[in-house]
């Protein structure tokens, strides 16, 4: 296993918490696959095309090549004979699983932005780069697929520049594109990295050759421009022409990057195996530790309008964030945790100031894409999951007991499509609330709710794809069958004019008979008429959302006794609907019905005697 | 009980004569996306019986459509604009109202009821 990944203190200028966001299919977890392989966690590449990828553990990842859930790894770096921690979170690219992206971003201090260099920016790139901005995630981008046909270096640039309106700044320059593509020029240092095998393994530093070397000094000098002109105290020294060092250059691209004023550039191709190491270099380099960037701020949970700063130390008292819950095969609950300050430890209790719960430490567990390793408590800075918390969930705070604080939940977005579920048996339909419940849990984007007008169960999530996922999971995880479809709409129905009904109810079953005989006028009537309804000393009227019942029996020839039964008797009949069986019939706000009634005295038979319900 | 069957009965008799129609519930709703897709939109929604009550620029290229737009012609819509604009569309829809169904989507409720 590697260094600083157990219980030792972690020293916060040494760790890492990125993330890796891009548009689907630019190669994030292709990319996540190699830092993995480099930095020692995994001891054979994993492909995506061939479903063997560390972290598309579930099946539906595996079978789809595409990542479905962030998953959150804890990996090491070696950069200038210091070990540093890298919290590694690979994220879906795909739009239907957006939060995933979004959570991811809230908890990350950095981000590493992969982009096809076929295609350049992307939609989805559009859409993560703007989350980003939103959370204020510095980050770094990655040129990826630069081996691949088609692909140019300078297009995608443009395009990052164009789109996305940043200050991308190249730090690396390609030698040659697809098929040509030969090695990756070090802009700081004006080496030439290039690979002896495929793997990645042998890597030589050369001299650039000659027919490369005017571009590179170009390329050199643009990106001196612009770190210059990103940074203050640069501009200065330059109009005063002294002579600026790498060391200063590289210091202030570091600032820019942080203080989200510029994005270095990098290149490569993670699938061939090249330039992922300087990736992690460049990642170290430039992108924030948990120190770098502004201490986090909370409401105190008594007083919304307390604000409450704590900074990212372990002597600060507890602040952390449940980014995440997932519902693991082996293990149970799973919560992601971000600790801000303080250190959460196993057998703890602390407050969930969100609800003001008290909730016990179990076990806590580094997570190594699908694998665990048990670990005593979570330091400031650092990300990690906590088993066994029943009561918490996605977004919430947990504090130390005395001294509460509530961190800024995360938003996600409202579900937009909706289809209809229904269980194939009755086994399946009390395990299925069950499992759709807990899926809930996990994923703040999915809902589920009952239609009580149609009886329907029905799904509301982000997408088409995030919904079949999630009925492929029920099957799955669950053992669940179930049948989707279209969601049931809800019709009313409405009468156009108006109608008088005389109508004879009769039945003679031996003993005593029944006998009812009701007369009754129907017209439409529209909402207003619906408001203005009011119950005066000359009109007996009983209205409900749907209908008035005007009662214009005058003088008490009939009983009262007769007219409640008549009138719960129109009221069941317009539960069902007339025209299309299973529908309500009913009345809209335009178009109401008024059952005004007139009565005629019934006609007594001697044999018959009439029954009131 | 008799009275309440009589009325019962009254009423769906009643109903049945005094041309009875469906009502569908529609929604308001509203698309934002850049300029280059809102003819596309705006096709797009009029298949689906909608309504195309305005249109207006949000600024950045960027337009919002505004629509009434029967529910139950709005399966399938989050894909559909996804696809139409790159992904880069975005809409919200909210309930508006009940509103008279057209005779050939009368006639299909019907034979599914």
């Known amino acids: 296993m590697a260094k600083g990944s157990a219980n030792e203190k972690l020293d916060l200028r040494y760790l890492r918490n990125i993330g890796i966001i891009a548009h689907i299919d630019a190669g994030k977890t292709t990319t996540t696959e190699r830092i993995l392989y480099y930095t020692g966690m995994i001891h054979k590449i994993g492909e995506v095309h061939e479903g063997a990828a560390t972290t598309d553990w579930m099946a539906q990842e595996k079978e789809r090549g595409i990542t479905i859930t962030a998953a959150a790894i804890t990996s090491s770096w070696t950069r200038h004979d210091q070990a540093y921690t890298i919290n590694l979170i690979d ?11 979004q959570r991811s971003l809230r908890v990350l201090d950095g981000g590493v932005v992969v982009f096809d260099g076929v295609a350049g920016v992307e939609p989805q790139s559009e859409t993560v780069w703007r989350q980003a901005n939103e959370y204020k995630v510095p980050r770094i ?41 030969k090695g990756i020029v070090d802009l700081f240092s004006m080496e030439l990295v290039t690979y002896g095998n495929d793997l990645g393994t042998d890597i030589k530093r050369v001299e650039i050759p000659a027919d490369l070397r005017e571009e590179a000094e170009e390329a050199r000098q643009q990106m001196m421009d612009a770190i210059i002109e990103a940074d203050e105290a640069l501009t200065e020294k330059f109009l005063m022409e002294e002579e600026i060092s790498d060391e200063e250059l590289h210091a202030a691209l570091r600032r820019a990057t942080i203080a989200n004023k510029a994005q270095p550039i990098l290149c490569g191709s993670a699938l061939k195996n090249k330039g992922v190491q300087m990736l992690l270099d460049a990642v170290i380099d430039f992108l924030p530790s948990p120190l770098d960037i502004p201490s986090v701020t909370g409401t105190d949970p008594n007083d919304e309008e307390v604000l409450l700063e704590r900074q990212p130390s372990d002597e600060e008292p507890l602040s952390a964030l449940v980014f995440k819950i997932a519902t693991d095969p082996f293990v149970g609950r799973l919560a992601f945790i971000r600790v801000y300050s303080g250190v959460l430890r196993t057998g703890s209790t602390v407050t969930n100031s969100t609800q003001g719960k008290r909730e016990r430490i179990g076990r806590l567990v580094r997570m190594f894409a699908d694998k665990r390793e048990d670990i005593e408590e979570i330091h400031a800075g650092d990300i990690a999951a906590a088993l066994s918390l029943k009561n918490t969930f996605t977004g919430e705070t947990l504090s130390a007991p005395d001294k509460p604080i509530v961190l800024e939940k995360i938003s996600f977005p409202v579900p937009v499509i909706e289809i209809a579920i229904e269980p194939q048996s009755n086994a399946d339909r009390d395990k299925m609330a069950d499992a759709l419940h807990k899926l809930a849990e996990e994923d703040p984007t999915f809902q589920v709710k009952t239609d009580e007008e ?23 995880e669950f053992k669940v069958d179930a049948n989707v479809g279209k969601p049931r709409v809800s019709y009313r129905e409405a009468i156009t004019k108006s109608v008088r009904i005389d109508t004879t109810f009769k039945r003679q079953t031996g003993g005593s008979g029944q006998y009812a005989r009701v007369v009754m006028e129907f017209e439409p009537i529209t909402e207003s008429d619906l408001e203005g309804a009011e119950e005066s000393s000359d009109r007996k009227i009983f209205r409900d959302e749907q209908f008035i019942f005007e009662d214009q029996i005058r003088g008490g020839t009939i009983p009262k006794e007769w007219i409640k039964p008549t009138m719960m008797g129109v009221m069941d ?31 007594w038979r001697s044999a018959l005697r009439v029954r009131c319900a | 009980m008799a009275f309440r069957i009589a009325g019962s009965m009254c009423l769906k008799e009643g109903v049945q004569k005094a041309s009875p129609a469906i009502l569908e519930p529609r929604m308001r709703v509203e698309v934002v996306a850049p300029d280059d897709y809102t003819g596309d939109i705006i096709g797009n929604l009029s298949s689906r019986r909608g309504i195309i009550e305005g249109m207006e620029p949000r600024g950045e290229g960027v337009s919002s459509i ?31 109202g009940y509103h008279q169904v057209p005779q050939s989507i009368r006639e299909e409720i019907m034979k599914g009821g």
Request: charged fraction near 20%.
């Open chain 1, 91 to 101: 994220t879906p690219g795909h739009v239907d699983f957006t939060a995933e992206v």
């Open chain 1, 141 to 181: 981008c990655f040129i990826n697929k630069l081996d691949r046909t088609g692909a140019s270096f300078e297009r995608s640039l443009d395009s990052i520049r164009k789109r996305l309106t940043s200050n991308p700044i190249p730090i690396q320059y390609p030698y040659g594109d697809g098929d040509a593509f």
């Open chain 1, 454 to 476: 149609t009886g329907q169960t029905l799904l509301k999530g982000m997408g088409e794809l995030h919904l079949e996922v999630l009925v492929d999971r029920l099957r799955r």
């Open chain 1, 573 to 603: 009949a317009m539960k069902g609907g007339v025209l299309a069986g299973t529908r309500w019939l009913v009345c809209g706000p335009s178009w109401l019905t008024v059952p005004s009634t007139t009565w005629t005295r019934p006609k």
């Open chain 2, 66 to 96: 505004r629509a009434i737009v029967p529910l139950g012609e709005m399966f399938g819509y989050a894909t559909d604009l996804r696809s139409m604009t790159q992904g880069r569309g975005n809409f919200t829809m909210e309930f508006s």
